[in-house]
């Protein structure tokens, strides 16, 4: 039996459970007029796995940063051992054993793997800093993590996903009691999030307390205790992992049931829109194998692709190529008929290619503009007449954007940084999708927005489809490879290691891409 | 990430234009107070005539601000445009004096508008060339500039040797006058000088709110790498900021040496340092992608009726230093206490 | 100009001090070279509907406007120490006689070094006519004698910490110098202490221009050879009381514009008649 | 997955030491170029004893520039070094005259070793302003040295009424010979200043890569909010290192005072702009995080090794200044055309 709860009531606790080590008491957060939480409750039980679901918005982040000391409650208390405790900051929890994965990234990109992990706790020996000690226990963390990452890179050669199995690694080599992983595999693929569910059990039965924050509902389900949704800053449920189910979850967080969709049908596929021919792009950073390796690809008017492949293989810098960023070193690129390698990124989008990238933060957004400017950029020229752009024209097209890909904002004036990562996600693809583009790539396109937000970018590109988009998506999780996709491309090593419809079966394509099946 | 941007954006929405205004408060509460005790101390401060002297001093420093602030917009720096400036008035005078042209064995004396035109030209160039290291040559902005600095100061010096032009007035017999117009004429009273930095922020001004250029100089600012995949050009953003800020310190090489009628290779020495303080003081950040035309006047005409003012009410020039000083840090910590974590990124 | 340098803090005080004894309220403001600065300055003076303006012009040529300006506003304009470069616009132009100076340092330069032998030129801020003015005045003397070899001339802009380190770099190129000649006490007192560093002194003469209260010091201590007094605090308060008297009588009192003050030479034999800052008792 | 990043890591280990120095390779290869040339040029320029000369001018810049690598590895810029040493030279200067208590009726002669620790401290406590006002009061770093360069600069003019305190060498019957000791003296024929300087530079380089300070140094420089979110204690970082500048320019203006045996208020006026461009030239970055001692003073001995050859052979010195700025941004530019893409950052 599930239980639902008003707002602000209190999660009955079956004393099976085991001991509460730290609760939020009717903690509230405010920013200005914007309520993230109101009054919520919240339990973290001993040496058990809590999970958090939401969506995008929901105040997940919020109430995690308020129980690791990064911000202060506007009212509320939190209570630590039975005992009301406030954190003035980080450290300060730090130091009574609760750490927290950031949902964005906080590493410092000029500093190597192992001054990261000990960033503010450098072990100090006799003469300064004892590098080889740190150097040690990071190469520990690293071989419990089942990562082959050197401690001495600097972190901004890291991938995205590695970066993150850093940052997992720094809450790790902290011998805290209570460790709070806010989305910690967004940018993960299957088999580390294996390993990382190896070791989140290890430390519970250690006794340490984990909270979990993830959008991968199934995934989430694998490893769950307890679940807690929350919803539009107020808890809704509240259930142990034995009564809950997928649908429980969905059903409690968008109050719907939903669907990743299925290819749509009923219109023929037209021409072929966007042909890759032998594509060889060597490393961005001077290695000496290609990234990608003599790729061929043709998408036609219509349809929908989806990439699949495990980190490092490739997808990102094939998409990129594709767009302009990277250059190849062999190889071309044919849009609707017409060769464009020698085109930039500006006229590639002018002729209706666009890409929405994978590191919202790095490469989608400029922070100091607002949610409107940013939905508006690539599409200026569509709002400008002579030498000014029209109000008008330009708020019609926000507008327009915010609505369709839902956009959970104050208003096209709000700072982009106030949205939650979801929503940063979707102002990132609505921006490409203002462009009007007869061909989309989207790389990783559904990291941390919501299942429902996720559904309805689905829904949106199928319909897109549907009047003639060419839609090229890459993903790393299984499941929404077989949700609007015609085709499933797996990459491997730079090349394309198997080719599926979409009535394949997961367990194929996870074989296709060199995983294990092992999940 | 999300929380550092964040308190600023809750109150935007509903306090939009009063949030604006505070943000350029400092500035401008200290404009207001800079006048409010000068005007108390000399009655002679608070006179049409006195503020249309200042504005026409401040007008040099603005023109250059402007430049400066598209260059900081862009996340950049130039430290180059008080050489040019130099520069440009010594090649105005140059061309005024006559050019000679020994293959043909005459002396040409171009009239006014083409010194005018070949002048900016050059100030183009030269902030082309600022453009051209830092966007393809990924020189950095500082040092790119600091060596424009030196090489157009060096040449400045190598033309006149180290000396003046003197007689910039033209002759009517050749055709050339009318040079010092813009520093000395005015037009219904008020200096040239002070229309043109009118014109060219009301210009840069629009550019920046209205045209898509200025959209990509924010973005590009604020995040080059995604201006890029959003198909900004940002390399040629940055050329042509850089061109634009050669070309700005170009006229405001004309305007001095017009108001001072004459031109020498060691005018403007420092002023970057007072324009990238106009700059900053107007609630631009030296990050790039904050900023806007009407702070940064705010901040020229604090610094410029700041100046004057002490001059004027006779405060010892050592004093002087030391009040600048002490003012450009509270026209700026006044925001900070005021609005506390608003300020962040700067 | 700038206060920094004793020689015009001197100007600045002795000018104020005669106006103030004559009754006026006196305003002392520095342009520090810069000619818009200087624009500024008279603008300011304008608003301030000042009765008189004594001008140390920063450029020969570029402070010519400014002073325009100032008689256009109808304000009577005397110049002190440097010249403009057009005659009929200031009341008068009060300055030390530079090439007079030149000529005479170089003399008594030559007296001391020997006549031959090389030697290096600290030149000052070549914007500034009094730069070349004096340079040439050397040049005139020195060349009258063949056996002097000029082997270096570097600006050293009237500053001591340049003088100072481009004359580190002349003893590296000429180790062999016997003297240096220079175009303010300032840089003399940069290559002295160069000099001494490089344990040169007593070898090398160095001659200075002003007559400043440091370089008279070191004229004492036998460590600079002399210096040539400008009458600074002479002609700044002539100027002051020319101002004085065009203001209650409409003349100057001076038969031309252009008046010289002739320099004075300062040794190790007249050193202790130097009283105050910049003047030589009689 | 395993084989992807082997590869690179196997790659990196190796490479380590030449990829640093391809990256400082740009000031490195300046610096061989600049006494190749001039020792060719000049017979005069490759002695030991010139060597010593030039290195003992580079001390001040030196010394300025560690203390700006510090400011700008943290992300800030301080523009008030010049200043600084300008007031702390003065400042000696007083205390070596004499302090004249007058309740007492007495004049103090403090030792020597007492004007330099009181001179540092003033250094310190003068940084400690800037820190405080960039960290506490969220000044942006150029706008706050700026007012603080002004500031100290006004003082030192008013403290000296512009003069310059000449006889800095004490007298032995007050016991306070000595201070000419630092820019005088030779220890094993090595000027004293250059010996200071590398003491600095060695202890600023064991702080930068031994201490904990180091590493939060230039992890608040890389991401400030990681390091603060790490438990770095950001703001004491950004106080220590601008204090830390403060101090690094008293001493360079004791060494600077002390070489000249006087001490004047205009000294070291601009000497902030050859302290960032030695920096920068070394290779750090001005965003911050990125930057080592080492090359700081390859980019110091870079600018002090060009000016004084030119001198040395005897440029005139307008080509003086076309060279610097030439030669400035050719060290950078060499580097990205060298190594292309492995700069981005920068
Ligand atoms: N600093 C802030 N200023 C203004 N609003 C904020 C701020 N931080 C968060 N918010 C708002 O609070 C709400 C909750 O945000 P939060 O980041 O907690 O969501 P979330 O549940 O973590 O979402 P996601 O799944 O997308 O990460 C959002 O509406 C967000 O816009
Ligand atoms: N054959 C190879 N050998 C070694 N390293 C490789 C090889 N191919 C790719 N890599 C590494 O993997 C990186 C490719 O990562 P990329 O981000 O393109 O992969 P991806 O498929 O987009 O993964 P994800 O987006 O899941 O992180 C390259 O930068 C390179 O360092
Ligand atoms: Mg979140
Ligand atoms: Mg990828």
Redesign the interface.
């Known amino acids: 039996m599930s239980a639902q709860f008003q707002s602000g009531a209190r999660p009955q606790t079956d004393p099976r459970l085991g001991e509460v080590v730290l609760a939020a008491r009717n903690v509230a957060k405010s920013?200005?007029?914007?309520h993230a939480l109101k009054g919520v409750n919240f339990d973290i039980h001993r040496g058990q796995v809590t999970t958090l679901f939401g969506e995008n918005g929901a105040g997940k982040?919020t109430l995690m940063?308020i129980l690791s000391g990064?911000?202060q409650p506007t009212s509320g208390e939190i209570v630590l051992d039975g005992l009301p405790v406030s954190f003035g900051n980080s450290t300060e929890a730090r130091d009574r054993g609760i750490s927290i994965i950031h949902q964005?990234l906080?590493l410092a990109p000029n500093l190597s793997v192992r001054d990261n992990i000990f960033m503010g706790r450098e072990i100090m020996g006799a003469s300064g800093v004892d590098f080889a000690e740190e150097e040690r226990q990071c190469r520990k963390l690293m071989a419990e993590l089942e990562e082959e990452i050197d401690p001495l890179t600097p972190v901004e050669d890291l991938r995205l996903g590695q970066q993150q199995i850093v940052e997992i690694a720094r809450a790790l080599s902290v011998d805290s009691r209570i460790l709070i992983m806010d989305e910690p595999t967004s940018a993960l693929s299957a088999t580390e999030v294996e390993v990382l569910f190896k070791v989140i059990r290890d430390l519970t039965s250690k006794g340490v307390s984990i909270v979990y924050i993830s959008h991968h509902l199934e995934e989430a389900l694998q490893i769950t205790d307890h679940a807690v949704v929350l919803r539009d800053g107020t808890m809704t449920a509240y259930a142990p992992r034995a009564e809950i189910d997928l649908e429980w979850i969905v059903r409690n967080m968008v109050g719907e049931n939903y669907d990743l969709g299925s290819p749509p049908e009923g219109h023929a596929l037209g021409a072929v829109a966007l042909s890759v021919r032998d594509l060889t792009v060597p490393d961005p950073k001077g290695a000496d194998y290609n990234v990608v390796d003599r790729l061929s690809l043709d998408i036609r008017a219509g349809e929908v692709v989806c990439i699949y492949g495990l980190m490092g293989a490739g997808r990102t810098e094939l998409l990129e190529t594709v767009?302009g960023?990277l250059r190849a070193s062999g190889g071309e690129v044919v849009l609707e008929g017409r060769e464009i390698s020698h085109l930039?990124?500006?006229e590639?989008?002018?002729r209706g290619l666009a890409?929405v990238?994978e590191d919202r933060?790095?490469?989608?957004?400029?922070?100091?503009?607002?949610v409107g400017?940013n939905l508006?950029?690539?599409s200026?020229?569509s709002f400008?007449r002579g030498?000014?752009?029209r109000r008008k024209a330009e708020r019609a097209l926000i507008d327009a954007s915010i609505r369709e890909v839902t956009v959970k904002t104050?208003?096209p004036?709000?700072?982009?940084?106030?949205?939650?990562?979801g929503n940063?996600q979707k102002v990132v693809i609505g921006?490409?999708l203002a462009?009007k583009p007869r061909v989309i790539m989207l790389d990783e396109p559904s990291r941390g927005i919501d299942i429902g937000a996720k559904a309805e970018v689905f829904k949106l590109l199928a319909e897109e489809a549907k009047r003639g988009l060419a839609v090229v998506y890459s993903t790393s999780e299984v499941g929404e490879c077989l949700s609007i996709a015609h085709r499933i491309i797996v990459m491997h090593k730079g090349r394309i290691s198997a080719e599926f419809d979409s009535t394949v079966s997961k367990e194929k394509i996870m074989a296709a891409s060199g995983e294990s099946v092992a999940a | 990430?999300?929380?550092?941007?964040?308190?600023?954006?809750?109150?935007?929405?509903?306090a939009?234009s009063l949030g604006r205004l505070l943000l350029e408060g400092r500035a401008f509460f200290a404009l207001i107070a800079i006048v409010a005790v000068f005007s108390f101390l000399?009655p002679?401060?608070f006179?049409v005539?006195?503020f249309l002297?200042m504005a026409?001093?401040v007008a040099?420093y603005g023109i250059l601000a402007v430049g400066m602030l598209l260059v900081i917009l862009n996340g950049g720096i130039d430290?180059s445009v008080g050489s040019i400036l130099a520069l440009s008035g010594v090649v105005a005078g140059a061309l005024m004096q006559g050019v000679e042209l020994p293959a043909l064995g005459v002396i040409l004396y171009p009239p006014v508008w083409a010194v005018v035109v070949l002048t900016c030209t050059l100030g183009a160039l030269v902030g082309a060339v600022n453009g051209v290291?830092i966007a393809w040559?990924?020189?950095?902005a500082?040092?790119?500039t600091?060596?424009?600095?030196?090489?157009?100061?060096?040449?400045a010096?190598?033309m006149t040797?180290?000396?003046?032009?003197?007689n910039l007035s033209g002759r009517p017999e050749l055709g050339n006058t009318g040079f010092d117009w813009l520093?000395f004429n005015r037009l219904a009273g008020i200096p040239i000088s002070v229309l043109v930095l009118s014109g060219i922020a009301i210009l840069a001004g629009?550019m920046l709110s209205?045209?898509?250029f200025g959209?990509?100089l924010?973005?590009s600012?604020?995040?080059e790498?995604?201006?890029?995949?959003?198909?900004?050009?940002v390399k040629r953003v940055k050329i042509t900021v850089y061109t634009l800020s050669g070309i700005l310190s170009a006229v405001a090489g004309l305007v001095?040496s017009s108001?001072?009628?004459?031109?020498?290779?060691?005018?403007?020495?420092?002023y970057e340092?007072t324009a990238?303080?106009a700059v900053?003081?107007g609630g631009a950040?030296?990050?790039?992608?904050?900023g806007t035309v009407r702070g940064t006047m705010l901040g020229a005409f604090v610094i410029g009726f700041l100046?004057?003012g002490l001059?004027?009410i006779?405060v010892?020039?050592?004093?002087?230093?030391?009040?600048?000083?002490?003012?450009?840090?509270l026209a700026?910590?006044m925001n900070?206490?005021q609005y506390?974590k608003g300020?962040?990124?700067? | 100009t700038d206060?920094a340098n004793p020689y015009w803090f001197t100007e600045g005080e002795v000018a104020k001090a005669t106006a103030e004894s004559l009754g006026y309220?006196a305003?002392?403001?520095?342009h520090k070279?810069?000619?818009?600065a200087e624009?500024?300055?008279i603008?300011?003076a304008?608003?301030?509907?000042s009765v008189a303006i004594i001008l140390d012009p920063a450029?020969?040529?570029?402070?010519?406007?400014?002073v325009?300006k100032a008689v256009d506003a109808g304000i009577p304009v005397f110049l002190v120490n440097a010249e403009i470069?057009?005659e009929g616009l200031a009341k008068a132009q009060l300055v030390s006689n530079n090439a007079q100076g030149a000529a005479l340092g170089a003399e008594q330069w030559v007296s001391m070094v020997g006549d031959k032998g090389n030697y290096v030129e600290l030149f000052g801020?070549?914007?500034d006519n009094n730069a070349a003015t004096r340079s040439n005045g050397y040049e005139t003397v020195i060349t009258q004698y063949p056996d002097l070899v000029k082997a270096g001339k570097e600006v050293a802009n009237w500053d001591r910490t340049q003088g100072y380190q481009k004359m580190q770099s002349l003893l590296q190129a000429n180790p062999d110098i016997v003297g240096v000649i220079s175009g303010n006490d300032e840089m003399a007192l940069g290559a002295i202490a160069a000099l001494k560093e490089a344990g040169k002194l007593d070898q090398v003469k160095v001659g200075g221009f002003d007559g400043s209260p440091d370089a008279v010091e070191a004229v004492k201590a036998g460590e600079m050879q002399y210096t040539v007094l400008q009458p600074v605090a002479v002609f700044s308060a002539e100027a002051v009381k020319q101002a004085d008297s065009f203001i209650k009588t409409g003349a100057t009192g001076a038969a031309t514009e252009k008046q010289l003050f002739d320099c004075l030479l300062i040794t190790k034999d007249n050193v202790d008649k130097y009283t105050a800052a910049f003047t030589l008792s009689e």
């Open positions: 920013y200005g007029n914007v982040s940063k990064v911000i964005e906080s767009a960023r930039s990124i500006a590639r989008i002018a890409l990238p933060q790095r490469d989608g957004l400029v922070q100091t503009m607002s400017e508006s950029l690539a200026i020229a400008t030498l000014f752009t104050s208003g004036a709000a700072a982009i940084g106030s949205l939650s990562g940063q921006k490409m462009t | 990430m999300s929380d550092t941007t964040l308190a600023r954006s809750a109150a935007a929405k509903p939009f000399s002679n401060y006179t005539s006195n002297i026409s001093h040099i430290l290291l040559f990924k020189v950095p500082f040092v790119a600091l060596g424009v600095m030196y090489v157009a100061r060096g040449v010096l190598l040797n180290g000396l003046t032009y003197n520093g629009l209205r045209s898509a959209r990509w924010y973005a600012g604020g995040n790498r995604a201006a890029d995949l959003s198909g900004v050009p001095l108001q001072l009628t004459s031109a020498g290779p060691t005018a403007g020495t420092t340092l990238i303080a900053v003081i950040a030296l990050t790039g992608g904050r100046s004057d001059v004027i006779g010892s020039s050592y004093w002087q230093t030391v009040f600048t000083g002490a003012v450009i840090v700026v910590l900070s206490i506390g300020t962040r990124k700067s | 206060p309220t305003n002392v403001a520095a070279g810069d000619t818009n624009s500024t300055l603008d300011t304008i608003t301030n509907k450029n020969a040529d570029g402070s010519i406007g400014a325009k470069n057009q801020n070549p914007a």
